[in-house]
């Protein structure tokens, strides 16, 4: 039997930082959510960009924060996907975005402007906590991304970060991630990234096709993996339970 919770969850934007809301909370900030379309590659910010809205991806939409660097190469850090939101979660006022965020996954969101976010949070406590509680949920993943690259082999990053796409787009054995962008995602020259892949198609993990990776066998690629994935979904379990992507249940 399906609870009024239920139903009212069925009727939100698939983005589980929203359906984490009660209906009150929810009620203030629905009337301003505008539903948009994205396309990979889709520019939300620019370092020193005015930070004026707040996008949360839903369903199989993917963000990534991408950090510039004097040698013209961009260093991804974190990816976002349903479980969260980008731009001015907790802040007030004037805020330049520090990094580049862009699209990596195409799918629907929905945007908020940040006054209204802002007017949402100062009439209610429980809205303000939940977005505290995500901000300290995505600088555990900032925190963890720093010391995966730091520690972790090439090797184990990138079977990381092809899970934590995985997760995030509905548990699919097809990945829609090139050889580029993990290259981007890992810090390294695409041939690095390419000789990677190599070595995990050799194993039978993996396959390539145009555009996308085709996982043949998840527990190998777990095993290859770092835990670094499972010690952020150990963190959201504790202070928000329920929002980091489920690949068994699709939420």
């Known amino acids: 039997m399906l609870t009024r919770r239920d139903v009212t969850a069925a009727v939100r934007p698939f983005n589980n930082l929203l359906r984490r809301l009660n209906d009150a909370d929810f009620g203030l ?18 370092p020193g960009d005015n930070v004026e809205t707040v996008h949360f991806p839903c369903g199989p939409s993917l963000v990534s924060y991408m950090v510039p660097n004097e040698d013209g190469r961009d260093v991804e850090t974190v ?28 799918g629907p969101f929905v945007r908020l402007p940040i006054g209204k976010l802002d007017a949402a949070k100062s ?29 972790h082999s090439i090797e184990q990053r990138t079977a990381k970060w092809i899970i934590s796409a995985m997760e995030r787009t509905d548990g699919d054995d097809v990945v829609p991630l090139t050889h ?16 990677v892949i190599q070595t995990f198609r050799v194993e039978g ?23 670094c994935n499972e010690a952020v979904k150990a963190h959201f379990d504790e202070v928000l339970r329920g929002v980091y992507p489920d690949p068994e249940t699709g939420n």
């Open 205 to 227: 993990t993996l396959e390539t096709r145009r555009g996308s990776i085709l996982v043949r066998n998840r527990d190998t690629l777990r095993n290859r993996s770092c835990r």
């Open 79 to 106: 990816l976002i996907g349903r479980e969260g939101a980008v731009g001015g979660v907790v802040s007030h006022g004037y805020l330049p975005a520090y990094t580049r965020i862009t699209v990596k996954f195409a």
């Open 180 to 195: 580029e962008q993990l290259a981007t995602l890992l810090g390294v020259g695409r041939s690095y990234a390419s000789r």
């Open 123 to 151: 009439k209610s406590r429980t809205l303000s906590n939940i977005f505290a509680r995500y901000a300290d949920c995505m600088l555990a993943q900032i925190f963890q991304s720093t010391a995966c690259n730091a520690i």
């Open 29 to 46: 900030i629905e009337p301003h959510l505008v539903p948009v379309d994205s396309q990979p590659n889709d520019l939300l910010y620019n």
